[in-house]
């Protein structure tokens, strides 16, 4: 079975630019987490869909961080404009209804120049 | 506090036993999970214990839990070189989803 798959692994872009970052849930997870792991601020959750719907964004830095989850197959975090200060890698977790165990993405690395 | 609490770094022989240590915040937490990362990867399940047990093996490792201190330990007999990576505690926030709260990371290195 496919695991959670994110796109692009790897991402460089310039001070402004507007940034896309995918996921693709497991098939049948309800749930979808997007996280932000850098050395400072280690691993922080950034927004969680439950049924497509988001719950808490309050992890969110600020304005210029959006998500989406048009279905059950797909989310986008989206930030524009893009800052050096963004820096980081992106994950992207599902899980199962009814289940706390969370299956992450292998990540997004975002380098802002 | 607010924050799940670890210990940045261990560092242990290949043989030896490692401990990882984790103290969460709400008492009411009903599962623990443990998670690990290696370079350039997501984070991986590795075991998990529900809050009404004090200990759970499950080959080389064993989580032990204890409620009223809330404190939650890792061992891994054995430890090799393959376990270099950064492992995670994480218990679940009762907010009635499906939310975890992760500890700030354990980076272990083992030596030959």
Redesign the interface.
């Known amino acids: 079975d496919a695991g959670v798959i994110q796109s692009p692994r790897h991402e460089v872009t310039e001070m402004g630019q507007e940034v896309t970052l995918r996921c693709k849930p497991i098939s049948g997870h309800n749930s979808l987490f997007w996280y932000r792991q850098t050395m400072m601020r280690g691993l922080e959750l950034l927004i969680y869909f439950n049924n497509n719907v988001p719950i808490d964004d309050s992890g969110m830095p600020e304005d210029r961080f959006s998500a989406k989850m048009p279905n059950a197959s797909f989310s986008t975090l989206k930030i524009q404009p893009s800052e050096p200060r963004d820096s980081a890698v992106y994950f992207c977790a599902s899980s199962a209804r009814g289940s706390f165990e969370q299956y992450f993405g292998p990540g997004t690395r975002l380098t802002v120049t | 506090g607010e924050d799940v609490e670890q210990s940045l770094f261990l560092s242990v022989r290949e043989g030896d036993s490692s401990v990882i240590n984790c103290t969460y915040t709400d008492s009411s937490s ?2 623990l ?1 443990w ?1 690990k990362q290696e370079p350039g ?5 590795l075991t ?1 214990i529900f809050s009404n047990m004090d200990m759970k093996q499950d080959q080389r490792l064993t989580v032990l839990l204890n409620k009223k201190d809330k404190h939650l330990s890792l061992r891994i007999a054995d430890t090799q070189t393959g376990d270099s990576a950064i492992y ?1 505690c994480a218990e ?1 926030m009762n ?1 009635g ?6 500890g ?2 354990t980076r272990l290195l083992v030596s030959p």
Do not use: E, M, N, R
């Open positions: 009903t599962y999970y998670y990867a997501g984070l991986q399940l998990y995670f679940v907010t989803f499906q939310k975890l709260v992760f700030t990371g």
